[in-house]
């Protein structure tokens, strides 16, 4: 708790008070996906790879339909289809017959192979198997795919985290040096493809050369094609993650996550993946919260300005004073309100403290379930919800608006096209907070009014 200098502070605030930790039995409605989700989000980001889920084949469909819900595009992911017989003598058999379809069917680049927790509970030596395959092959090395595995057992994390382990695990495992430092590399966090796009068109105009990864914008946001991909165009090349070992420095959005499933495995390796590109290779890392906000943005800005030598593209500068002008401009709508937030840390914490910037309040419970939500709401009173679509249930109970963002919205169309960084997705936000607390109040006047 924070040392207050009056005795009216040394009541907390509703943000303080779910700050403090609380036992209780079980999750009820968990806010959080599984660990081998967010995997596959970063395979789904590297050029002609096809996820493997080594486990379950339920594992499997259940991340295709959230995916495919939430981005309206075809997601093929693969699954060893562990059985009884495997979960107790092994997956070796599966894996194998696994990789064999995968090749035969799709020949991909890249094989991105997650662990799920059936797989990592009984001890399954995916390394190993991956070593023995190769083995097994080694007539035909030259042709077979990449492999690239990541430990993602949902018991030890999130999606959020899954993804954040996958990206270390890819670069840890391709990130070759050289010396050669001309590039900068962007790790960007689990942001939206239009997300994705909006920062490629940011460094094309700073004139900086780049390596953005992942980069599922075109995969999982791919223009109309009369014959159906099988393994849809775009993604980070192989090459180009190799080459983030040279990058000249790295960019890192999101705060230090909590990488419970590192802490257990081996208390020192507590890092993200620009870090680890630090301590590695010497490439300087600047992390900081993803630029959602004009405070946030301008520190993004300022790291641009330092590394191009350049000042901000005049189209930029021109979208922060629209964004400034339209924070007058709607002040009076904002401010004073309360918001319910929930999602990934990363993406709380970021929204937590634009909101604070355009004076509404924030409302968020770090590791919490729904349920959880739902009856602390009952305390702070929200005015609002920012999040995904799961937490609409406590939004329609409450009769007060839900601003959708994040992952996953399986119940509006084009989550994939929405903005949410920069100057430019704080803008689309900003507008979509204020029109909804106007309609709610315009849907709840007595009047019918219909000009502000």
Not at 416 to 431: A, C, K, P, S, V
């Amino acid at each position: 708790m924070v040392q207050h200098n009056n005795i009216n502070s040394l009541v907390p605030s509703p943000l303080e008070r779910v700050r403090e930790r609380s036992s209780f039995v079980s999750t009820r409605n968990s806010c959080k996906l599984c660990a081998p989700l967010g995997a596959s989000l970063v395979f789904k980001g590297i050029e002609g790879c096809v996820p493997l889920i080594h486990g379950s084949q339920g594992c499997a469909t259940y991340i295709r339909r959230y995916m495919i819900s939430h981005y309206k595009e075809p997601v093929d992911i693969a699954s060893s289809n562990f059985s009884e017989e495997a979960t107790i003598y092994g997956g070796s058999r599966n894996f194998i017959t696994g990789i064999n379809n995968i090749i035969k069917q799709y020949k991909p680049k890249v094989i991105g192979i997650a662990s799920t927790c059936l797989s990592e509970t009984i001890g399954e030596d995916i390394p190993g198997h991956i070593h023995n395959y190769r083995e097994e092959n080694s007539a035909i090395e030259k042709n077979l795919p990449t492999f690239i595995h990541a430990s993602t057992p949902s018991y030890c994390g999130s999606h959020a985290e899954g993804f954040h382990n996958t990206v270390f695990a890819t670069i840890k495992s391709l990130a070759e040096f050289e010396n050669v430092r001309n590039k900068i590399t962007i790790l960007p966090g689990m942001v939206s493809p239009a997300d994705i796009r909006y920062l490629k068109q940011l460094l094309e105009d700073f004139g900086i050369k780049f390596t953005l990864f992942p980069d599922y914008s075109e995969t999982l946001d791919n223009e109309y094609t009369s014959e159906y991909q099988l393994i849809p165009t775009g993604g980070t090349t192989v090459q180009d993650i190799q080459r983030i070992g040279n990058s000249k420095a790295t960019i890192e959005f999101g705060e230090k996550f909590n990488k419970s499933f590192s802490r257990i495995k081996d208390k020192s390796s507590i890092q993200t993946a620009g870090e680890w590109l630090e301590s590695s290779y010497y490439i300087k890392n600047h992390q900081m919260p993803l630029p959602i906000g004009i405070e946030a943005t301008d520190k993004f800005i300022e790291v641009l300005k330092t590394l191009s030598g350049k000042e901000l593209p005049e189209q930029h500068r021109k979208e922060r004073g629209r964004l400034v002008d339209a924070y007058v401009d709607a002040h009076k709508y904002v401010f004073g309100k309360k918001a319910l937030l929930y999602g990934e840390e990363d993406f709380v914490t970021a929204m937590a403290d634009w909101c604070k910037e355009i004076g509404v309040e924030p409302f968020y419970i770090k590791g919490a379930d729904f349920e959880t939500l739902k009856e602390k709401a009952d305390e702070f009173q929200p005015d609002f919800m920012l999040g995904n679509s799961k937490g609409y249930y406590i939004a329609r109970e409450r009769k007060i608006p839900l601003v959708r963002v994040g992952f996953p919205i399986h119940d509006r169309f084009g989550a994939n096209r929405m903005h949410h960084i920069g100057y430019r997705g704080t803008q689309e936000l900003f507008d979509r907070v204020v029109n909804a607390l106007i309609e709610y109040k315009q849907e709840n006047s007595p009047i019918g009014y219909k000009y502000l």
